[in-house]
């Protein structure tokens, strides 16, 4: 079956720090990967995908580059903001109508 | 406007009540889902529908029954609750393909008591 794993958390950087959270996926077929980022008090938004192998996904100065041959799609940014506090999920989706299976999520803490 | 919406946000209840919660999204998108984050933010799916017609049940008491009365609606009827049910919920809406992105809704709230 499919599964994604992420590397333990929590993370607290300084701003302007950079920023490397690690993931790697197990699955059949050819999945499209994403990340999720969930701000305190709310529901999952969107931050960045990659539909097929060597695809770099970007937003927000965010960048994840989905990598078949070592099954991963980490996720970094050059300099971090208080404001990216939250936490982070790695996903994937196999199939036209498949559910998204994601990672654990790593809480991330930036300090001014 | 609101793309995925759910009511209500917050829910607190007794153990052994039934109680529900509504999810409606107006993206046009044909499958939605319910997912469940417990407290320590892990999430899974619960259920997915595609055109009023359920095609993910993963493994879920029979306690949970979903609902979808027209594709722009996905409701999940909880009987006898129990403490373990306490998590926040999230409902999602995407457009088939592997590719599509899930819009969530703000997720509600339960609190078992």
């Known amino acids: 079956g499919n599964s994604v794993t992420q590397m333990e958390g929590p993370v607290t950087l300084s701003e302007e720090a950079f920023l490397t959270i690690n993931c790697t996926y197990t699955a059949t077929g050819y999945p499209s990967l994403f990340w999720y980022v969930q701000y305190p008090g709310e529901g999952l938004q969107l931050l960045l995908k990659?539909?097929?192998?060597?695809d770099k996904g970007s937003n927000k100065g965010f960048e994840a580059t989905y990598r078949k041959e070592t099954t991963s799609f980490h996720l970094e940014k050059g300099s971090v903001q208080v404001s990216d506090s939250a936490v982070y999920f790695c996903a994937l989706r196999s199939g036209a109508n498949s559910k998204l299976t994601f990672g654990k999520g790593i809480t991330l803490s930036v300090r001014p | 406007d609101t793309a995925v919406s759910q009511t209500p946000k917050y829910l607190v209840t007794q153990m052994g009540n039934d109680k529900s919660i509504k999810c409606e999204q107006n993206l046009g998108h044909d499958t939605m889902y319910w997912y469940k984050q417990d407290s320590k933010k892990f999430l899974k799916i619960m259920f997915s529908?595609?055109?009023?017609?359920?095609?993910i049940n993963e493994t879920v008491p029979n306690r949970f029954s979903p609902k979808s009365p027209d594709k722009a609606h996905l409701n999940l009827h909880i009987n006898s609750l129990e403490l373990g049910d306490s998590a926040v919920y999230f409902c999602?809406?995407?457009?088939?393909?592997?590719?599509?992105?899930?819009?969530f809704g703000p997720g509600t709230r339960l609190l078992v008591l």
């Open positions: 999602a809406s995407s457009p088939a393909g592997t590719g599509e992105t899930q819009y």
């Open positions: 529908y595609n055109n009023k017609e359920l095609i």
């Open positions: 990659a539909t097929k192998a060597d």
